[in-house]
């Protein structure tokens, strides 16, 4: 299998202790990790978390301040042209001159990168296809949807048949079914043996898409692994009930052998349990009914990604409209 194999292979982006601060706000706080040859892997976290910030260090756009960074073999501040050179980018904003056409935008940016008439020609219409845009090629970018300017960007950043391709929050704002469809554009990319770099806060953008996750908050990485690894840490299910007495349920609960871990909310607790969760929900009611404990809520879920960012960060992320997010407190609500 030639994708295994792949995504087996060889680093491509490796981070050591990578620090950044404007002034004396430090953003990126020693963030550490590496990024596999073929893989899609994706740093999640909430606005603010210093996600564009390392980034822009690996894309060569920020100077390098402390640690070390390097892409394709290639170190982000001895060789950064040779970086440059390995590398397509789609920025969190949208970077396309309003008034070129979408072939106009990928002529122009196959000449500034030298590449020959029949290879940009090429390669233009073979993007085309794989984004969908053929039928606008003439259109100028004004006029495209959200979602078609991001698919055109994403053509663009591929041009060169870049080894990695960076997308900094790749479908922010827009609507969920243009979002799944950019997945599957996403999945294709890969597919053509590109390394993807992507930042995001929607937790199943994360789950979905990468091989491997950062969970990244207030510049530093929380947590690592495969999106199933991730989950696996939470237990098999959670159940969360609410109860007349919340204290004295974790009380009673807390030593049945199948409970991992407990964490309280606001109106009632969460369960995290080893196995099958509807076998250990009757020893849970029983146990609950013999102390005299009354139970008004019981809900048996298998952990999500949400479940993991607020295990591990205390915090709620929230997508609010279109490209704002806002966290609240774990049990301030
Ligand atoms: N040029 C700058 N000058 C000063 N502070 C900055 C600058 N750029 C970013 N910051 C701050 O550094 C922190 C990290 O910002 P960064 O853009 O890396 O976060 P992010 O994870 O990409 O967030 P978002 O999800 O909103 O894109 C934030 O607190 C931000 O305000
Ligand atoms: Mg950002």
């Known amino acids: 299998m030639p994708e295994t194999q792949q995504k087996h292979g060889e680093i491509i982006i490796s981070v050591e202790n990578l620090e950044h601060s404007y002034k004396d706000f430090k953003a990126v706080d020693g963030i550490s990790f590496s990024v596999k040859k073929g893989e899609i892997f994706s740093f999640l976290g909430p606005n603010g978390a210093g996600k564009s910030t390392a980034i822009n260090i690996l894309i060569t756009l920020l100077?390098?301040?402390?640690?070390?960074?390097?892409?394709?073999?290639?170190?982000?501040?001895?060789?950064?042209?040779?970086?440059?050179?390995?590398?397509?980018?789609?920025?969190?904003?949208?970077?396309?001159?309003?008034?070129?056409?979408?072939?106009?935008?990928?002529?122009?940016?196959?000449?500034?990168?030298?590449?020959?008439?029949?290879?940009?020609?090429?390669?233009i219409e073979e993007l085309l296809n794989l984004v969908e845009l053929a039928a606008k090629r003439d259109e100028r970018t004004k006029h495209l949807s959200g979602g078609m300017k991001r698919r055109l960007e994403i053509a663009r950043g591929l041009m060169t048949r870049p080894k990695v391709l960076f997308l900094d929050e790749p479908t922010i704002g827009l609507d969920p079914q243009t979002r799944l469809r950019m997945w599957e554009y996403i999945k294709g990319v890969n597919s053509?043996?590109?390394?993807?770099?992507?930042?995001?806060?929607?937790?199943?953008?994360?789950?979905?898409?990468?091989?491997?996750?950062?969970?990244?908050?207030?510049?530093?990485?929380?947590?690592?692994?495969?999106?199933?690894?991730?989950?696996?840490?939470?237990g098999r299910d959670l159940i969360y009930l609410e109860t007349n007495n919340n204290e004295a349920a974790v009380r009673f609960l807390k030593d049945l052998p199948s409970i991992r871990n407990m964490k309280v909310k606001s109106k009632g607790f969460v369960l995290m349990v080893n196995e099958d969760g509807s076998k250990v929900l009757p020893l849970i009611i029983d146990t609950l009914r013999n102390a005299g404990i009354e139970i008004s809520t019981i809900n048996l879920k298998k952990p999500s990604m949400d479940d993991v960012f607020v295990f591990y960060t205390g915090r709620e992320i929230r997508d609010e409209g279109h490209a704002k997010t806002s966290f609240r407190r774990a049990g301030g609500r």
């Open 63 to 123: 100077a390098k301040q402390k640690g070390t960074a390097s892409v394709a073999g290639f170190d982000v501040t001895r060789d950064p042209q040779k970086v440059r050179e390995s590398i397509g980018i789609v920025f969190q904003d949208i970077t396309l001159d309003r008034d070129m056409t979408v072939w106009e935008i990928l002529e122009f940016h196959g000449r500034l990168y030298n590449m020959p008439f029949e290879q940009r020609r090429k390669r």
């Open 192 to 234: 053509e043996g590109t390394t993807i770099f992507l930042t995001t806060h929607y937790m199943d953008e994360a789950d979905q898409l990468s091989d491997r996750i950062s969970i990244i908050d207030h510049g530093r990485i929380v947590i690592s692994g495969k999106p199933w690894e991730l989950k696996n840490t939470l």
